[in-house]
């Protein structure tokens, strides 16, 4: 039986810590590329407007996935959409750190942005497994995390893209997504509550 009451230090309860642990890392990861990626852009030589063009793409795509994921939140559940949304992380970043041409990065960028459809998903998961915590409460708690890794993020991205170059932070990217799927697999299945 699944437990909600399980508390870690200053009342935490122990599901939303895993989350904000993984949401930290996962924001970290991010924070290392996505400022970035219009320079990597660039090293392909496309010029500004095309980049553009892409980035308005890439928002297109994210925001067509949101009605999807609160249909199929409901239908299959929010942790196996959490859990794939982490795992497309994993394997877009990936397909970015081994691209040898501009048509394999952008590839990885689109299918990067397609996992923003685990926003939904999230947000439920942290709505069930709250405890007395208020819906406000559990869901600034780890979107902060995130936050506080997108922060940190682009300051260590700019530091290893300047001493090991920029492909290398994708790699580091590819390496953070994985660590952070790996903790959000310790979460526990959402409880139902009346």
Same mark, same amino acid.
């Given at each position: ?12 309860? @122990? #599901?939303? /810590? ?26 392909? +030589?496309? #010029?500004?407007?095309?980049?553009? *063009? ?14 999807? *994921?609160?249909?199929?939140? #409901? ?7 959490? @859990? ?7 394997? *877009? ?6 691209? +040898? ?51 940190? /993020? ?20 590819? /390496? ?19």
């Amino acid at each position: 039986m699944n437990r909600i009451g399980t508390r870690l230090p200053f009342g935490i309860p @122990r #599901d939303l /810590g895993i989350l904000a642990v993984t949401m930290f890392i996962w924001g970290l990861g991010e924070g290392l590329f996505i400022f970035f990626y219009p320079l990597s852009l660039q090293l392909w +030589k496309i #010029d500004s407007l095309q980049i553009g *063009a892409l980035l308005s793409f890439l928002g297109v795509i994210m925001a067509l996935v949101q009605a999807p *994921a609160g249909y199929l939140s #409901d239908r299959l559940g929010t942790r196996p959409l959490i @859990r794939a949304g982490l795992i497309l992380g994993v394997i *877009a970043a990936g397909m970015m750190a081994a691209a +040898k041409s501009l048509p394999f990065f952008v590839e990885g960028l689109m299918v990067y942005s397609l996992n923003s459809f685990v926003v939904a998903p999230l947000n439920s998961y942290v709505t069930h497994m709250r405890g007395s915590w208020s819906v406000q409460r559990g869901i600034s708690f780890v979107a902060g995390s995130f936050q506080v890794g997108e922060i940190v /993020g682009p300051m260590l991205g700019g530091w290893i893209a300047q001493t090991a170059g920029l492909p290398m932070v994708f790699r580091y990217s590819a /390496g953070l997504f994985l660590i952070a799927t790996v903790i959000a697999f310790f979460a526990r299945r959402p409880v139902v509550q009346p």
